[in-house]
């Protein structure tokens, strides 16, 4: 394995599968059979995921609800898909825990480091919910901080897109895919990789970045393995 202890980062709509809304069980359970795959293989596996499939904190403003209201709303948002993976995951066995930064002892633990990086150590999977805790914060930016404390060799962002490219694949045929390229150059060249905090965040720690296509069975397994035909390394 290339990678010992990595963090995963999946969006809250990639769970929605071929549904407009919600979760979609049938793609639930394939990444929950995805991550089993690399955790039998040894590998310590964190885990944070979006809320937008539910509920976006910056799409409240429109409502006429607060910004802080609606970042909070969208927190909890985070909290319910992290428990339908859970859910997902200890249906085939596999140990995890899921934390949160909100308190919420009936459903989850408090975050607490000391006790994420043990529960890593025994190889249970362990969910980050409730982002940051923070308003104005991403759950991308959650996921770049809790790599960081958890200290994990990587941040694997698992999207629909199969890497990085010059311009959006998904308007234009014509886009080029690189299979690596560095901090400095995505800087450069204003690509959208995660947002800037959550990006600042790991060009300052030295902590790497692959974006793959999450969806394609046997994706993770390959990015563990440092397969560099799939997706893109953003490094150093």
């Known amino acids: 394995m290339n990678y010992k202890r990595i963090l995963l980062k999946l969006s809250g709509e990639a769970l929605m599968g071929e549904k407009k809304f919600g979760i979609d069980h049938s793609r639930l359970n394939q990444y929950a059979k995805e991550i089993k795959s690399i955790v039998d293989e040894g590998v310590e596996v964190a885990i944070v995921i979006g809320g937008g499939n539910i ?10 609800i607060e910004r802080v209201q609606g970042d909070y709303m969208g927190m909890l948002a985070t909290v319910i898909n992290s428990m339908a993976l859970q859910s997902a995951l200890e249906e085939i066995d596999v140990y995890t825990r899921l934390q949160t930064a909100i308190k919420m002892e009936q459903i989850a633990e408090p975050y607490i480091r000391r006790k994420a990086v043990r529960h890593l150590e025994k190889g249970r999977v362990v969910i980050f919910g409730a982002g940051t805790g923070n308003p104005y914060f991403t759950t991308d930016t959650a996921a770049s901080l809790r790599a960081i404390e958890v200290e994990a060799d990587v941040i694997l962002k698992g999207t629909r ?3 990085i490219y010059d311009s959006d694949p998904e308007k ?13 150059e995505v800087y450069e060249k204003g690509l959208n990789v995660m947002d800037l905090t959550a990006f600042t965040l790991c060009n300052e720690n030295k902590l790497p970045i692959v974006v793959f296509d999450m969806n394609t069975h046997g994706n993770l397994m390959k990015v563990v393995c440092g397969k560099e035909e799939v997706g893109t390394l953003v490094e150093f």
């Open 161 to 163: 897109v199969d890497g």
């Open 55 to 64: 509920f976006r904190g910056i799409q409240a403003t429109e409502g006429g």
């Open 172 to 184: 234009n045929a014509d886009a080029v895919k690189y299979d690596k390229i560095s901090f400095t």
